[in-house]
C-alpha cells in the first residue's frame, strides 16, 4: 500500500512467539526483513497489491508470483478524487491473463461523510469503466493522516455504503493496527472477514501467524520475486477474500468462462447484470428449466432468465413482468390486455369467459373472447350479458345480431313485459329477449300492438290468432279479451272471452238479439227451431 507515514504498529514478541508485553513498537518498513517469493518458512504469500509505484507488469511476470504460490492481485485504481493509476488497465489484464484473480483498492482522503461518498463514487465510476463486476472485491484503503478525525468511523461506513448503492457489494476495508487502536476505528459496520490488517513483523515466520482473527493479513511490504525487479507488499489470505475467485472467471482450460463461488464451480442461480443466470458446475446454462426456491424459470440462449410471456417448443408460457422472473401455473395471467389461463404446467391457453378482474366497475367481472376483453352479448347464468371492452353494461339499450334487446340493472337481458322510462315492451318469453316491434303480442291474455320502436299499445278490435275455434278470431277490448256485442262489418257479433259466438240467443242492454252460424246478429223475419220472430228492420237487430 501507499504508507504516507510509513510506520506500523508491532507487538514485541520472544524467540518463540510468545507475546512478552502488550508495548507497541514503531519501526520503518523498510527495516523488516527482505523475503522472496518461494523462501521457506515465511508466511504464504497469498496476495500481492500493487500501484503505479510498480509500473508495468507483464504476463510473464504474473506468471512468475503465480509460480511462487500468488492467487490474487489488488491493484490501486484511485486516490482521493484526483487521481487514476495509469498502469491499472494493463495491470488488471496481465494478471487476469495467467488465471489471477484481480480486486482493487481506492486510497483514500476523505475527512467527512460528504467527502468520502465522492470518493466512493469516484473510485466505483473507475471500477466500472475498467470491468469490474458487483462481486468483485473492493477496498477502502484507510491509512492516510488527513482520513484522521473522530468521524472516521462514520465516514468509513458512508464510503462503504455509497459503494453498495453504485452495486458493489464485496467490500472491504485496509488499515493497520496502530491506525485502528490510536483512532479507536469501529468496523462493526463490516465483518472480521472483511477486514484486511496490515502489521509487519521483524523477521515473519510461518510458526508466527498474526491477525488471524481478520481475512487478510498484510505481513510484509519489503517481498521480491527472482526476475521481476521492484518491491511488493504481500499479504495471506485467511478466508479466500481475494483469492478465492467468485462471479465469473476465466478458464484456460476450456478457454470460456466459468461461475465460481469461493473457487468452486457453482450449480444454481446467480444474480448477474440485472437478471439471474443458471449455472450447471459453473457453466452457463441456455435454453432450458430450472427449479429454484419453489418455482420454474426458464434461461434463453443468452443464458438470461426470461420474463414476459414467451414461446418455448412452440407453447405459450408466462413469466412475470415484475422482476421475479418464476413461471405462472394454475392462474389467471394478463399480458398487455391479453388474459390466459395458465395450467399447472405453466402452458397458457387463452381465457374464456368471466372473470373477477379485483375492479370496482359493474362488480368486477370481465368477459373474455379468446384471451381479448369482448365487446357484444354473451350468454351467462341463463341469459345474456352485453359487454364492451369486456365490462359488464347494466341497465340500457342494446343492439346485436339485428335485433333489440334492454339489459337491466344487473346487466341480464330482459324478458317479457317490461317497463322502461314509463312505456311498455315486449321481450318474449321464450328466451329470444330481443323487443318486438310492428306486431301485434299476446301476453297473459292480453293483446298488444307493438309499434317500430317496441311501444305498445294495448289492442282493440278483431284479430286472428291462429287456433281453429270458431274461425280462429278473437276480439280485444283495450287489450283484453272482450264478452258482449261489437259491431264489426256492417252487424253486430257476439263474443265470449273474446270468442266469436255462432248460432245463439243473446241479451244486451236489457233486449234479445240472435246470432247466426256466422255470429252475425239478424234481423228482419227469422225462423228459428221451427217457430217465427221479428227482429226489425231498421239496424238495431233486437227480438220484437
Do not use: C
Not at 9 to 15: R, S, V, Y
Not at 83 to 111: D, E
Not at 319 to 338: M, P
Not at 415 to 439: A, C, H, M, P, S
Request: glycine share 12%.
Amino acid at each position: 500500500m501507499k504508507l504516507k507515514k510509513t510506520w506500523l504498529a508491532l507487538t514485541a514478541i520472544t524467540a518463540l512467539g510468545v507475546v512478552a508485553n502488550q508495548n507497541h513498537l514503531t519501526v520503518h518498513a523498510d527495516d523488516i526483513d527482505r523475503v522472496t517469493g518461494g523462501q521457506s518458512g515465511i508466511p504464504r504469500m497469498d496476495v500481492v497489491d500493487i500501484s503505479s509505484n510498480n509500473g508495468y507488469l507483464s504476463t510473464s511476470d504474473f506468471q512468475t508470483m503465480k509460480n511462487n504460490g500468488v492467487k490474487g492481485i489488488i491493484v490501486k485504481l484511485t486516490e482521493g478524487t484526483y487521481y487514476h493509476n495509469p498502469y491499472a488497465s494493463s495491470q488488471i489484464t496481465n494478471a487476469k491473463s495467467v488465471g489471477l484473480k484481480v480486486s482493487a483498492y481506492h486510497y483514500s482522503t476523505y475527512s467527512d461523510q460528504s467527502s468520502a461518498r465522492a470518493e466512493a463514487n469516484y473510485f466505483a465510476d473507475y471500477a466500472t469503466q475498467l470491468g469490474f463486476a458487483s462481486s468483485d472485491l473492493l477496498v477502502n484503503d484507510l491509512e492516510d493522516t488527513s482520513t484522521q478525525n473522530s468521524g472516521v468511523s462514520a465516514n468509513s461506513q458512508a464510503f462503504n455504503d455509497q459503494l453498495k448503492s453504485r452495486g458493489f457489494v464485496n467490500g472491504a476495508l485496509y488499515t493497520y493496527a496502530y491506525y485502528k487502536n490510536s483512532m479507536n476505528l469501529n468496523t462493526s459496520f463490516l465483518l472480521n472477514n472483511r477486514i484486511w490488517m496490515a502489521q509487519y513483523p521483524y523477521t515473519p515466520s510461518a510458526n508466527d501467524l498474526w491477525n488471524t482473527q481478520y481475512g487478510m493479513w498484510q505481513w510484509s511490504s519489503n517481498a521480491g520475486f527472482n526476475g521481476i525487479s521492484g518491491t511488493f507488499d504481500v499479504s495471506m489470505d485467511y478466508v479466500g477474500m481475494a483469492t478465492s475467485s467468485t462471479g465469473y472467471v476465466w478458464d484456460s482450460s476450456v478457454n470460456d468462462y466459468r461461475w465460481l463461488e469461493n473457487g468452486q464451480p457453482y450449480t444454481g442461480f446467480q444474480y448477474y447484470m440485472g437478471t439471474y443466470y443458471y449455472f450447471d458446475n459453473g457453466y452457463r446454462s441456455d435454453n432450458a428449466w430450472h427449479d429454484a426456491w419453489g418455482n420454474r424459470y426458464y434461461t434463453g440462449g443468452d443464458g438470461r432468465a426470461v420474463q414476459g410471456l414467451q414461446t418455448i417448443a412452440g407453447k405459450q408460457y408466462y413469466f412475470g413482468d415484475d422482476n421475479t422472473f418464476n413461471l405462472r401455473e394454475n392462474q389467471a395471467v394478463t399480458d398487455e390486455n391479453q388474459m390466459y389461463q395458465a395450467d399447472k404446467d405453466g402452458v397458457l391457453q387463452p381465457w374464456q369467459g368471466y372473470l373477477y378482474d379485483g375492479s370496482d366497475q359493474n362488480g368486477g367481472f370481465r368477459w373474455y373472447e379468446n384471451g381479448q376483453l369482448y365487446t357484444g352479448f354473451r350468454y351467462y347464468m341463463g341469459t345474456y350479458y352485453w359487454f364492451v371492452d369486456g365490462v359488464r353494461q347494466n341497465a340500457g339499450w342494446r343492439s346485436a345480431w339485428g335485433l333489440t334487446y334492454w339489459t337491466d340493472t344487473s346487466g341480464r337481458a330482459v324478458q317479457g313485459l317490461q317497463t322502461i322510462d314509463g312505456k311498455q315492451y315486449y321481450f318474449g318469453n321464450d328466451e329470444t329477449y330481443f323487443v318486438r316491434i310492428n306486431q301485434t303480442v299476446t301476453i297473459n291474455n292480453a293483446q298488444y300492438k307493438a309499434d317500430g320502436t317496441g311501444i305498445l299499445t294495448p289492442f282493440s278490435g278483431y284479430i286472428y290468432d291462429g287456433s281453429d275455434q270458431n274461425g280462429g278470431y278473437r276480439w280485444y277490448e283495450n287489450g283484453q279479451l272482450y264478452t258482449g256485442f261489437r259491431y264489426y262489418m256492417g252487424t253486430y257479433y257476439w263474443f265470449v272471452n273474446g270468442v266469436r259466438q255462432n248460432q245463439g240467443w243473446r241479451n244486451a242492454w236489457g233486449l234479445t238479439y240472435w246470432t247466426d252460424s256466422d255470429g252475425r246478429a239478424v234481423q228482419g223475419w227469422q225462423t228459428i227451431d221451427g217457430k217465427s220472430y221479428y227482429f226489425g228492420s231498421d239496424g238495431t237487430y233486437y227480438l220484437r
